[in-house]
C-alpha cells in the first residue's frame, strides 16, 4: 500500500516517523508566518522527496498564515497542527516577530508550540528553521537586525532528539555576500522565486543529507519505529 507523508505548516528532518499502522498515513505538517516558499516547495521538495523515498506520496497541508507571529502559531498549535496529528512538523516564523517580539519570548512560543504537538504525539518531530534576513537596506534600526540572529541563536538552543534546525539565517548572510539582496527578494522581507527556492533545498538537504548529489538506486525503505531511512547499501 502506498503511504502518503502529509505537510502541514510549520518546516522539515534526518530521521523521522513512528512507523505506522499498515492502512494509516505519516503525516508531516508546515507551520509559520509566511507563504513563499510552499510554491517552491511543491514543485522541488515534493519531487526530490519521492526520489529519496521512492514508493512515498507526499501531500502538503499548509497550516502557515500570512503576517502571522509565533504567538499566533502558539495560540493556533492546536487547532491548526496537533489536529492533524503530524509525525512530522516543519516550523518557520520569524519574519514577522521581529518588529516586536523579544528574542526570549519567540522562544517560548517556538517551545509551547512542540510541547502543545506532543502533547498529542509525544513521537512526533520537527524541523526549526529560522527566517531569512531582511533586505539590509531596509531600515537603519540595528535592533532588528541583531534580532534575528537572537532568533536563530534560541532556536538552535531548542534542538534535541527529535528536533533539528536549519540556519536560513546565517545562509541568507552568506548568500548576499555574494548576490546583492534586491536580486533575491521581491520586496525587502519577502523572497523571490530564486531565494524561495532556498527554503526547499534547505528543507530537503535536511531530510537527506547528501541531497543534491546523483543518487544512486536504492532499494525500498524500511519503517523502524521513531525513524524512517532508506535501507543500507
Known sequence: MKKSLLVA?????????????????????????FEDGLAAWQTTGDVRLETIYQDWHLQLYN??????TSQWGKEYAERMVSSLNPDLVLIAFGQNDFWSVPADSFADNIADIVKLVRHKNPNAEFLLVSTLR?????TTNSDYWNLVGEYAQKLKALTGPGVQFVDLTALSQWVYAAKKPKDCMNDPLHPNDYFARWYAQSAVAALDPVSG??????????LFPGKLVPTPQ
Open 9 to 33: 505548516a510549520v518546516f522539515l528532518l534526518t530521521t523521522f516517523c513512528t512507523a505506522p499502522a499498515a492502512d494509516q498515513d505519516s503525516s508531516l505538517v508546515v507551520n509559520g508566518g
Open 213 to 222: 548529489r546523483a543518487l544512486a538506486p536504492r532499494r525500498p525503505i524500511r
Open 63 to 68: 497550516s502557515s498564515q500570512s503576517g502571522a
Open 134 to 138: 531582511f533586505d539590509p537596506a531596509y
